[in-house]
């Protein structure tokens, strides 16, 4: 298959990491269509974009819409919103995981998904323990290529406030100047990075299950270069 024949789905795509993702798949040379399923309308206009609206609790019904080789997951919520563990883990866990076992029915070949840094199904924090619990899940689905991206704090402007993360952001900010380039991206890392690290590692022939940390993002993202 030539690459501009490629065809990639996006879920997240209105996120941080998702929105800047998404322009790359737009504008890079490697998919022919880019598919994204979405709650709702998505403020842009592609003649390579394939806007989907979706229930995600219901993903079954679309899966004639996953005939694709790269499947992108930059899904999450936080638990304020989601209001529940419980939701926050179907947000979080279920339906990158539904997602990832209906793409692979239709043959998809490589997914590529947004965990975070310490990511551990054994941990005591709700958070890194169900994105943990998400890792072990796909791993287990021997999908033909996971690639999994572990980033630390995310940086960028998003429209919602984010208290917590907003101090982080300042905190990194205001210390930056004293890490070496080498270890910055452990503490922080721009969305834009990792989306562009995430494109950069869908074009490895990648097999089997492989993780990448802020500081592999950082020096991936580094090389890769969207031509338009
Ligand atoms: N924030 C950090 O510092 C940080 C650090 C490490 C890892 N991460 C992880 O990185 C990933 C991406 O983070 P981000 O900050 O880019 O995410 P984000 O900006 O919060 O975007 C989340 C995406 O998930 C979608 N989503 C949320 N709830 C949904 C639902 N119920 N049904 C369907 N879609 C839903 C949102 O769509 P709508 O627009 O429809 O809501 C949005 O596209 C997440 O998994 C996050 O946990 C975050």
């Given at each position: 298959m030539t690459l501009d024949t490629k065809k990639a789905l996006i879920v997240g795509a209105s996120g941080l990491v998702g929105s800047e993702l998404l322009q790359i798949l737009l504008e890079g040379?490697?998919?022919s269509e880019v598919v994204a399923f979405v709650r709702s309308p998505l403020s842009i206009t592609h003649h390579k974009l394939k806007e989907v609206t979706v229930d995600f609790d219901k993903l079954v019904d679309y899966q004639?819409?996953?005939?694709?080789q790269d499947v992108y997951c930059c899904l999450g919520t936080t638990i304020k919103k989601a209001q529940s563990q419980e939701n926050m883990f179907k947000i979080d866990v279920q339906y990158p995981l539904t997602l990832a076992k209906l793409a692979k029915e239709k043959g998809m070949e490589h997914f590529i998904l947004v965990s975070a840094m310490?990511?551990?199904?054994?941990?005591?924090?709700f958070y890194t323990r169900i994105k943990g619990e998400l890792e072990e899940h796909l791993k287990a689905l021997s999908l033909p290529a996971l690639s999994i991206v572990q980033p630390s704090l995310l940086l960028g402007e998003r429209e919602e406030f984010r208290f917590g993360e907003k101090v982080a952001d300042w905190a990194f900010k205001s210390l930056?100047?004293?890490?070496?380039d080498s270890t910055k991206a452990k503490w922080g890392i721009e969305a834009k990075t990792v989306a562009s690290a995430m494109y950069g590692i869908a074009q490895l022939?990648?097999?089997g299950t492989n993780v990448y940390s802020a500081q592999d993002m950082a020096s991936i993202a580094k090389k890769v270069q969207v031509s338009i």
């Amino acid at each position: 298959m030539t690459l501009d024949t490629k065809k990639a789905l996006i879920v997240g795509a209105s996120g941080l990491v998702g929105s800047e993702l998404l322009q790359i798949l737009l504008e890079g040379d490697r998919y022919s269509e880019v598919v994204a399923f979405v709650r709702s309308p998505l403020s842009i206009t592609h003649h390579k974009l394939k806007e989907v609206t979706v229930d995600f609790d219901k993903l079954v019904d679309y899966q004639n819409e996953m005939d694709v080789q790269d499947v992108y997951c930059c899904l999450g919520t936080t638990i304020k919103k989601a209001q529940s563990q419980e939701n926050m883990f179907k947000i979080d866990v279920q339906y990158p995981l539904t997602l990832a076992k209906l793409a692979k029915e239709k043959g998809m070949e490589h997914f590529i998904l947004v965990s975070a840094m310490k990511a551990n199904s054994k941990s005591k924090f709700f958070y890194t323990r169900i994105k943990g619990e998400l890792e072990e899940h796909l791993k287990a689905l021997s999908l033909p290529a996971l690639s999994i991206v572990q980033p630390s704090l995310l940086l960028g402007e998003r429209e919602e406030f984010r208290f917590g993360e907003k101090v982080a952001d300042w905190a990194f900010k205001s210390l930056a100047w004293m890490l070496k380039d080498s270890t910055k991206a452990k503490w922080g890392i721009e969305a834009k990075t990792v989306a562009s690290a995430m494109y950069g590692i869908a074009q490895l022939k990648a097999q089997g299950t492989n993780v990448y940390s802020a500081q592999d993002m950082a020096s991936i993202a580094k090389k890769v270069q969207v031509s338009i």
